[in-house]
């Protein structure tokens, strides 16, 4: 069965950091670029990140850049997300995606459960 | 406030036909593909409709899609109780380099 499943989030005080972690299974992890797409308590949903197959090429939304880092071990099928500096507003479930496509691989065709970080004092 | 917008919600009644408009620019749905999904209520969302207009195999082909121009249209036929749900469009964006969706659209089913 093509899966994934996040862990790593949880309660944190602003300012601070939290990594998150998808492990992978069914599909050859290696061959697909990943992302992380994020959604605040009755938000909608908001890309925040996404890494090439290879882990050359990583992208990132203006209101995460220079605070959070995206990388992946295909040795590990596992996609991960380095929260630093977090702030009240990154609080949200975090899904890890699996997409396809050209030329640009946005179409998201595997969603984990999701992760909860909330970032309160 | 989303890049690309959806209507906060729609309603219609089973058996009917409901259409979910996504308006974008240049940018994004102007020059690049137009994915739609739908969010059960406390799960996490699914892939509808790629490419403005395929669907994924194995799902119903009650779910259509559109594009013309900057703006893209959801198509439901048939309604059913169980297509209650958020419907999310989705595009590449040129100038932010990087995905964006639509605010979605609550689909009330009366």
């Known amino acids: 069965e093509v899966q994934l499943v996040e862990s790593g989030g949880g309660l944190v005080q602003p300012g601070g950091s939290l990594r998150l972690s998808c492990a992978a299974s069914?599909?050859?992890?290696?061959?697909?670029?990943m992302h992380w797409v994020r959604q605040a308590p009755g938000k909608g949903l908001v890309w925040v990140s996404r890494?090439?197959?290879?882990?050359?090429?990583?992208t990132y939304a203006d209101s995460v850049k220079g605070r959070f880092t995206i990388s992946r071990d295909n040795a590990k099928n596992t996609l991960y997300l380095q929260m630093n500096s977090l702030r009240a507003e990154d609080t949200a479930v975090y899904y890890c995606?699996?997409?396809?496509?050209?030329?640009?691989?946005?179409?998201?065709?595997?969603w984990g459960q999701g992760t909860m970080v909330t970032v309160s004092s | 406030q989303s890049v690309l917008t959806q209507p906060p919600s729609v309603s219609e009644a089973p058996r009917q036909r409901v259409t979910i408009s996504c308006s974008g620019s240049?940018?994004?749905?102007?020059?690049?593909?137009v994915n739609w999904y739908q969010q059960l209520p406390g799960k996490a969302p699914k892939l509808l409709v790629y490419?403005?207009?395929l669907v994924p195999s194995g799902l119903s082909d009650r779910f259509s899609g559109s594009k013309s121009g900057t703006s893209a249209s959801l198509a439901i036929s048939g309604l059913q109780s169980e297509d209650e749900a958020d419907y999310y469009c989705?595009?590449?964006?040129?100038?932010?380099?990087?995905?964006?969706f639509g605010g979605g659209t609550k689909l009330t089913v009366l």
């Open positions: 989705a595009a590449w964006d040129d100038s932010l380099n990087g995905v964006v």
């Open positions: 490419y403005d207009n």
């Open positions: 890494i090439s197959s290879d882990e050359t090429g990583t």
């Open positions: 069914g599909f050859t992890f290696r061959n697909y670029w």
């Open positions: 995606v699996r997409s396809y496509g050209a030329p640009e691989p946005d179409a998201f065709d595997i």
């Open positions: 240049t940018s994004n749905i102007g020059n690049n593909g």
